[in-house]
């Protein structure tokens, strides 16, 4: 049978060794495991290590066959990266969600692969199904990457559709794919509130994924309303104390600031999900909301409400008001601040050690989370 979702869905069981012996047989990919595990040094010797790891990956993948298989593999490393580059992760709010049944997860995004990685690790800590990915095909500059990404339940996201038709069409396709997933297929879904990282710690939904999201709408037979509720979107606030992409984020806003333009490198975006994933994070929460019923009569509306219930669970850190003072002196009401593991004096070196002209985009990414709190109707 046909499969209308072949070039966008994650791989099946039935392709996961065929890819992973891809994937072994990759030195582009070996390079990079190599660099995530030992530094930037190691790729004067990847020549001489790429055999020697793809032998030790072979043994402890030789008896994987399926795609559950490799997510229980990498889980042992999500937790060690948990355990090497966070203070703690906390979840709140999933208690509330019925492990039997599926939901549209529509998170902040702040991190390439950290926001949806911390999401789907809380559910399965809580004996939920892992989730399907939403990932930008922007991002699988490699074909090692696709492979990667979708051996791990993620779907594409064609943005490098070009022309109306072309993009409708693949916007039909991608909505199709995500109702078809939650309603019949009864797989989670996790995709971002917007296209692009919040680089300016503001979060906001783009109502143009809501829009997106209905085209899969039979409109003579299925309200709006209806159909948002039919999908159980459920939005997801996602807090990380520090932000190891926080300097690289900073240059890129400061350098469109003063050129009006910034192009970005080869391999910048897999620089940022090295350093997403490596990096300090403080502690980070992940706050699961209540899934939005169907009194909508408009994207912008269901915009507004996936908005209200991240910023109202959006967890606050001494590293954002410090951030806030220094920009903006005490703020006029205190919200709550929860315990941080970053000393002032840390978050102040942390941001002086970047270039002068960056520095007051940093600090506003940190700032810009309180003041979100404090006036959520406020456009920043």
Not at 35 to 64: D, T, W
Not at 146 to 173: C, H, T, W, Y
Not at 277 to 300: M, N, Q, R, W, Y
Request: charged share 25%.
């Amino acid at each position: 049978m046909s499969d209308p979702f072949a070039a966008i869905r994650p791989f099946n069981d039935d392709e996961a060794r065929l890819v992973i012996d891809r994937l072994l047989r990759s030195p582009d990919f070996l390079t990079a495991v190599l660099r995530l595990r030992m530094g930037e040094g190691s790729r004067a010797f990847a020549y001489l290590l790429r055999p020697l790891l793809s032998l030790y990956l072979r043994r402890q993948l030789r008896h994987i066959r399926s795609v559950e298989g490799v997510q229980m593999f990498i889980k042992r490393y999500v937790e060690n990266m948990i355990g090497d580059t966070t203070a703690g992760l906390s979840v709140s709010g999933i208690d509330a969600l019925d492990a039997r049944r599926a939901y549209l997860f529509i998170s902040n995004h702040r991190d390439i692969t950290m926001d949806p990685a911390m999401t789907n690790y809380a559910l399965h800590r809580a004996g939920h199904r892992t989730l399907r990915i939403a990932i930008g095909d922007n991002l699988l500059t490699e074909s090692w990457i696709a492979d990667l990404m979708r051996l791990n339940k993620s779907f594409i996201v064609q943005r490098s559709a070009r022309g109306p038709r072309e993009l409708l069409a693949a916007s039909k396709l991608l909505s199709s794919y995500i109702r078809t997933s939650v309603q019949e297929d009864n797989e989670p879904v996790w995709i971002a509130q917007r296209e692009g990282r919040a680089k300016d710690g503001i979060d906001r939904t783009e109502p143009a994924i809501i829009k997106m999201l209905s085209l899969s709408r039979d409109r003579q037979t299925e309200d709006f309303g209806e159909h948002v509720a039919s999908l159980r979107i459920v939005p997801v606030s996602i807090s990380y104390e520090l932000d190891p992409c926080d300097a690289l984020k900073a240059h890129e806003l400061a350098q469109r600031e003063a050129t009006g333009s910034y192009a970005k490198t080869d391999r910048e975006d897999v620089t940022s999900i090295g350093r997403g994933i490596a990096g300090s994070k403080g502690h980070v929460h992940v706050a699961f909301g209540e899934p939005l019923g169907s009194d909508f009569s408009t994207p912008a509306d269901v915009a507004a409400a996936i908005d209200a219930q991240i910023l109202r669970n959006y967890r606050l850190r001494p590293t954002n008001l410090w951030a806030y003072e220094t920009l903006h002196g005490p703020p006029s009401q205190m919200p709550d601040i929860h315990p941080g593991s970053c000393s002032e004096r840390a978050f102040r070196e942390r941001i002086g050690a970047m270039p002068e002209a960056d520095r007051p985009y940093a600090l506003a990414a940190y700032a810009n989370s309180l003041a979100s709190v404090l006036e959520p109707a406020r456009p920043l």
